[in-house]
């Protein structure tokens, strides 16, 4: 992999690059809100936060995004009034029924994380652990006892990161008969604490 750098934010022109990447990451929980890749793609594409994603570039393009929670919002603007200006009435009202459920909550003291995407090509050389670690170098600066992020059980790998980085489980739920639309029944919680 050629040298890599974590920078806070992206410009417009990155802006399809980001949501393309976080649809393929999370396409399974997103799809049952949209009635094609495209519309999904589309949404993420207006939705994405630049203020509320580290980005991980080698010298040549984006390997990895990670997105956060910050001042009462997450990585993604999925508000009625996105939705709204980008789909029909009908459609963005299933997209916000169906999406609604997926939404994660800031909790005090901590950095909330929202989604930690890696080209599949980058998968592997580090990409993961570099967004990890400015993650939690924001944490840092921001003055948080510590950084949070919820894992679902279809992702065993990516659990494994997050134990090596130090993160432990605080608690897990399931969504029951929501499961199959989302492709996933349990989640953890996990947190890293944050040395001042």
Same mark, same amino acid.
């Given at each position: 992999m050629e040298s890599l750098s974590i920078t806070h934010g992206f410009d417009d022109t990155d802006r399809l690059v980001v949501?393309?990447?976080?649809?393929?990451a999370f396409e399974r929980k997103l799809r049952p809100g949209f009635s094609d890749n495209r519309d999904g793609v589309g949404v993420l594409q207006a939705a994405?936060?630049?203020?509320?994603?580290?980005?991980?570039?080698?010298?040549?393009r984006i390997v990895g995004v990670c997105g956060f929670h910050s001042t009462g919002a997450g990585a993604l603007d999925l508000s009625w009034s996105l939705l709204r200006s980008r789909l029909s009435t009908a459609a963005a009202l299933r997209a916000w029924l169906l999406l609604s459920p997926l939404g994660r909550a800031e909790k005090a003291g901590t950095l909330t994380l929202d989604g930690i995407c890696v080209d599949r090509t980058a *998968?592997? $050389?580090? =990409?993961?652990?570099?967004?990890?670690?400015?993650a939690y170098d924001l944490a840092v600066t921001a003055g948080a006892s510590?950084? *949070?992020? $919820?894992? =679902?059980d279809t992702n065993p790998r990516a659990r494994s990161l997050y134990e090596r980085q130090g993160f432990v489980p605080r608690n897990s739920g399931n969504l029951g008969i929501l499961a199959p639309i989302y492709g996933f029944d349990h989640y953890t919680t996990m947190e890293r604490g944050v040395c001042s």
């Open positions: 949501a393309l990447l976080y649809w393929e994405v936060r630049s203020d509320r994603f580290l980005v991980a570039r080698s010298i040549s *998968r592997g $050389s580090g =990409v993961g652990t570099a967004l990890l670690d400015a510590a950084v *949070r992020l $919820s894992v =679902v």
